[in-house]
Structure formats: C-alpha cells, structure tokens
C-alpha cells in the first residue's frame, strides 16, 4: 500500500526557515517524479515544486523560486522541501504528491495527508 | 502559464443526478494532459481522471472525463452521497503546473 507521510510543519516567523519532509512507502521511490503542492486556508490547490525521479530536474512556481528548494533521498525514500524566506502569504498545508510517472508530470496519483505551515509574527 | 477557469463555482444538485463539471483553459493543453481531483473536507486530493479521459484505479465508472485542447468537462452520472465535494481541474503538460480554482458539488 502507498504511503506518503508529510512533516515539518509549524508557526515559523516571516523571514524565517522550515524544512519538510515526507517519508514515503509502499512503492519504488526512485522511480517516480514527486512535487509539493499546498492550499492556504480556505483557498484552492497551488503547485509548488518538482523533482524528477533520479532528482536531476527540479522544477518550481514564480512564487517560490528562489526561496524554496526541493531535493530527495532516494535511499532514504525520503522528499524534502527547504523553505527559506518565509512570507505569511506562504502559510498553508503543504502536501506532498507522488507522480505517475519518472518525468514530471504525469498527474498525481497519490497524496500526503499534508502538514500545515504557518508564517506569522 | 496556463490558466485554467472552473465553472460553475457551485454547483446544487440531488443524488441521482447527473453533474456537468466545465474546465476551461486559456491555451491549448498539450497531449490532453489534464487531471482531475476530488476533495472532501480534511482529506487530501483524490486523482479521478487522467489524460482527460482515462480513469484512476479505483475510480467508479459514474465518473468520466471528456475534452482536448482548450476544453474539458468532468461528468458524475449519477451521483451518490459520497460525491459531493470540491472538484479540481489540472494542467501538468506545461510548467508551471496549475490547478483550476475548483467546482463545489454541494447537496440541494
């Protein structure tokens, strides 16, 4: 059974830094592209970043880049996502989501149950 | 980027009904590479429909997906209780990857 299991997650300060994680089971993660996708409260679905399935192609929304970094560890069969230079319009829960696919994209089949970000003073 | 326009925003209906869900692009979508999702509260997505027509694994055959280029619709033939929910449309031919702002399917 597929299992993505997000956290990190947290009330963080504006210009602060968090790192999620998510752990993922129950299929070949090296064989797969994987992408963060987040939803502020109240809101619809965002896409964040990509990652190819060896981790050579990333891939990220203007509102991020530069800020976020996305990488894996496909030995520890394990996402990550760096956040840095946080604003309160980043606040939101972020899911982690495998892809159909080694290339992005290809839809996303399975999903984390999401952790929740909080950028506030 | 490809941005893509949900209608309606809600949408009230009975169970036993059919549902007509709308995505519209505003160019054209490459390979029919469009997904859908389903949300219900508290929950994570759920995939329903890839490559605009093709069903996930696991997904009754009251839902189907029907488009190419610029427009797609969602239909649930005839809907039960556990349907009623947000639906999302999704692009993921182009990057940046982009959702539709969602359909609320709700109970009337």
């Known amino acids: 059974e597929v299992e993505l299991l997000d956290s990190g997650g947290g009330l963080v300060q504006p210009g602060g830094s968090l790192r999620l994680s998510c752990a993922a089971s129950?299929?070949?993660?090296?064989?797969?592209?994987m992408s963060w996708v987040r939803q502020a409260p109240g809101k619809g679905l965002e896409w964040v970043s990509a990652i190819g399935a060896s981790g050579g192609s990333t891939y990220y929304a203007d509102s991020v880049k530069g800020r976020f970094t996305i990488s894996r560890d496909n030995s520890r069969d394990t996402l990550y996502l760096q956040m840095n230079s946080l604003r309160a319009e980043d606040t939101a829960v972020y899911y982690c989501?495998?892809?159909?696919?080694?290339?992005?994209?290809?839809?996303?089949?399975?999903w984390g149950q999401g952790t929740l970000v909080t950028v506030s003073s | 980027e490809i941005v893509l326009t949900q209608s309606p925003g809600t949408l009230s209906l009975s169970p036993g009904e059919r549902a007509t869900l709308s995505c519209r692009a505003s160019q054209s979508v490459s390979s029919s590479s469009l997904a859908w999702y389903q949300q219900k509260p508290g929950q994570a997505p759920r995939l329903l429909i890839y490559g605009a027509s093709s069903r996930a694994t696991g997904i009754p055959d009251r839902f189907s997906g029907s488009g190419s280029g610029t427009d797609f619709t969602l239909t649930i033939s005839r809907l039960e209780p556990e349907d009623f929910a947000v639906y999302y449309c999704?692009?993921?031919?182009?990057?940046?990857?982009?959702f539709g702002g969602g359909t609320k399917v709700e109970i009337k």
């Open positions: 129950g299929f070949t993660f090296s064989s797969y592209a």
């Open positions: 989501a495998k892809d159909r696919g080694v290339h992005v994209s290809n839809g996303f089949d399975y």
């Open positions: 999704q692009q993921y031919g182009n990057s940046p990857l982009t």
